[in-house]
């Protein structure tokens, strides 16, 4: 085996796309290399925002190969008189051969009888050094970037114009050490000009790393060469290394409590090929904005670690591509950006608490939410009334729930219009919850429900606002969030600008998910409690649009399909196999929609007691799928025992009668209702369903039709995997 090194010199690559780049690279290499017969092995890939590095152990020379080429039946290859027909001929002659050079064998083993001609075409192989230009082309043309961009650039691979997310500036291209010859020609008039990238031995450092050196040619021998003459240069080609030295630097700084770093690690690694970590610090005066202001400025304007002691952000630790010596200039920079933004956002803070956040409802009626659907006003006036519809209509809120979650949807819109959001509109709804705090409003759950309805977000479970928001509330948020997405989804869907594909501009899928993750996760109630019956929210919803969207039906109809389709997703992301979520979601009483909350209770009770049963719940399964096969056939209304004529009818509808009244929880009826196997497959060993008798038929569908009814009301178990 030779060693392969390829290095892809270029201009720098934006952090988001090196990681899929990273991997693309070792799979497209693969793929090239394996349809080329080079036998890879051992192939890996490295990146910085610089460069991208392939090794890998591929062959020598290609080994020699025989590759069967079938013609026409042997029945087809000879005349009557023995003659070869023009079919045999032409097959000869496209294999370069005269009809008596080819063979005769078996092209499917399924038919041994069936005989065809036979060409055996022997290729010899080549050396691998003749076929790595073209591999390195194929591997260059099939790399996908979210943007390519023309930089007059051609490859001498038969296809012209060469595109690249980003310009190529030079590349090595090794085997066992000798350079493999590939250029990048420059285009000029359509056509090919010199060549702007050869391939050789030589790579280059860090910019502007080590002092003394930087900026010198560097010539490599291997990939472990590469590796070691650039960590010397101060590249650190493995991103994990450079991880591992930012989350060291960050350990270093932070003091004895780990900071939450916001992901930014794995972001700054794909930042920088030398990282280290600084340090900056904010004025005391700056200190008392609230830690939400600050870490947006800092984490998501700046892309800084906040650090402090407790709730209080004092620091900031953010990287850099140096070695450290000029630390103490670069932190002046970055504290003098950091400042400033923190002094606009005091200076918005002050002027908006200024004014009760009460008195900015009015003024949403300046702000549009869609040009079809009106404005912020009209959005906020249309949430009061979907959250008096859950108080007043549907009972699901007790009386301080309705008052608060009705107070807190007329003002969750309403920092739509303070200087702070306009400045950062991240902090939609966070602004609203703060200011009614230092506002001192007397309800703390209206300014809870107001900083998070726009959450939840993610699918996860334990994702926020899980441990901002609990007891009265939840229930307060859940009402304010709920009413919020249904209103959206509403409006969009009757205007028919619902997602397709993968398009989904408006984020309705985000919106439709944290909907079933508030009803799921958020909406307190005990078993003598409503929970909200989602169907009836959808036409609420609807309905508050009134004569803005023309079929309200159609709407409805659509919108609860979808809905029904995020349900299913989201209880999928959960970890629940899909055959489990299509029988809970295919039981008929009650329907998912109704009630989502109870849809996942009975799921996980499902996939506990299944996991307990595996086998037994496999035989029911296809029991079950042949009782509904019967069943389509009709239904017996009733059961009289007098009519029974096998032991196994009996025994059937006698268990049955047990489990009809017996009481407990999902996970205790589930387990009782496995014990039917027994029975279940002895009524179909013995007992002839459909019986000639009509009375007897229909007592026996009967019996059928009562025993999938104990397990409609928790799962419909024929759709499980058995």
């Known amino acids: ?53 392939l090794r890998a152990d591929v062959a020598a020379r290609q080994a020699d190969r025989e590759e069967p080429v079938w013609g026409p039946a042997v029945e087809a290859a000879k005349d009557a008189s023995g003659a070869w027909t023009k079919a045999a001929e032409g097959f000869a002659r496209k294999c370069g051969v005269s009809p008596e050079a080819l063979q005769q064998g078996v092209k499917d083993a399924a038919r041994p009888g069936d005989q065809y001609l036979l060409y055996v075409r022997r290729t010899e192989g080549r050396s691998t050094r003749e076929i790595l230009p073209g591999v390195i082309a194929g591997v260059l043309r099939a790399l996908a970037f979210p943007k390519r961009m023309s930089w007059d650039a051609w490859i001498e ?96 700084v932070a003091g004895p409590a780990p900071p939450d770093d916001h992901g930014l690690p794995v972001e700054w690694r794909d930042l920088v090929e030398y990282p280290t970590v600084v340090v900056g610090k904010i004025p005391a005066q700056l200190r008392s904005l609230p830690t939400e202001v600050l870490e947006t400025v800092l984490v998501h304007h700046q892309k800084y670690v906040p650090l402090g002691e407790g709730r209080v952000v004092s620091r900031f630790a953010a990287v850099t591509n140096t070695d450290g010596s000029n630390a103490d200039e670069i932190v002046r920079g970055m504290e003098r950006v950091v400042v400033a933004r923190l002094r606009d956002a005091a200076f918005f803070y002050q002027e908006d608490v200024k004014r ?21 006003k009209d959005k906020s006036d249309r949430m009061v009334r979907l959250v008096d519809a859950m108080g007043a209509e549907m009972g699901l809120l007790t009386k301080p729930e309705h008052e608060a979650a009705r107070e807190a949807a007329r003002l969750a819109k309403a920092d739509l219009t303070t200087l702070m959001v306009r400045e950062f509109p991240e902090l939609q709804g966070v602004m609203g919850g703060i200011y009614l705090r230092a506002q001192g409003h007397p309800w703390p759950n209206v300014s809870v429900a107001v900083q998070w309805h726009y959450h939840p977000v993610s699918v996860e479970e334990g994702s926020p606002p899980a441990r901002a928001v609990a007891g009265g509330d ?16 509403a409006g969009y869907f009757g205007l028919g600008l619902e997602p397709t594909g993968s398009s989904d501009p ?169 014990g039917l196997r027994a029975p279940v497959d002895r009524f179909f060993d013995d007992v002839l369903v459909m019986a000639e008798d009509p009375r007897l038929r229909a007592n026996r569908l009967g019996l059928l039709s009562r025993t999938l009814s104990l397990f409609y009301r928790i799962a419909d178990i024929s759709k499980l995997g058995g």
Request: glycine share 10%; with cysteine; hydrophobic share 45%.
């Open 157 to 252: 691979d038969g296809k012209g114009s060469f595109v690249f997310g980003r310009p190529i500036r030079w590349m090595v291209a090794l085997m066992d050490g000798a350079v493999v010859p590939f250029a990048i020609h420059a285009l000029a008039e359509g056509r090919r000009a010199d060549p702007v990238v050869t391939s050789g031995d030589t790579t280059w450092g860090h910019r502007f790393l080590p002092r003394e050196a930087a900026g010198r040619p560097i010539r490599v021998r291997s990939g472990a060469d590469l590796r070691e003459k650039l960590r010397a240069a101060c590249v650190l080609l493995d991103p994990t290394e450079r991880e591992k030295r930012i989350l060291d630097g960050l350990a270093s």
């Open 474 to 489: 939840a229930t307060v948020f859940g009402a304010v969030s709920v009413a919020d997405k249904l209103d959206t989804l």
């Open 506 to 674: 408006f984020g309705l899928r985000r919106a439709a998910q944290g909907v079933v993750r508030v009803l799921l996760d958020f909406w307190s109630a005990d078993a003598a409690e409503r929970r909200p019956n989602l169907v009836q929210l959808v036409g609420a919803a609807v309905e508050g649009y009134g004569d803005t969207i023309a079929d309200s039906a159609s709407a409805k109809l659509r919108l609860a399909a979808f809905l029904s389709d995020r349900l299913r997703y989201v209880l999928a992301a959960r970890g629940y196999p899909g055959d489990e979520v299509e029988a809970v979601l295919g039981a008929r009483e009650p329907e998912a929609l109704q009630d989502p909350h109870e849809a996942w209770v009975r799921l996980r009770a499902l996939h506990s007691v299944r996991s307990e049963a595996r086998v037994d719940f496999e035989h029911l399964a296809v029991a079950f799928k042949r009782a509904k096969n019967i069943l389509g056939s009709g239904a017996g209304a009733s059961v009289d025992p007098a009519l029974f004529q096998e032991a196994a009818e009996g025994e059937l509808h006698a268990a049955v009668g047990r489990l009809e009244v017996r009481d407990g929880g999902y996970e205790a009826r589930l387990r009782a209702l496995a």
């Open 1 to 53: 085996m030779a060693e392969f090194l390829l290095e892809i010199g270029c201009e720098e690559i934006p952090a988001g796309w090196l990681p899929g780049l990273t991997q693309q690279l070792r799979e497209r290499f693969l793929e090239v290399a394996e349809r080329e017969h080079l036998d890879p092995t051992a192939v890996a890939s490295d990146s910085t925002p610089r460069r991208l590095v």
């Open 356 to 376: 009760p956040l009460a008195d900015r409802v009015g003024d949403l009626a300046g702000v549009v939410f869609h040009k079809g659907l009106g404005t912020y």
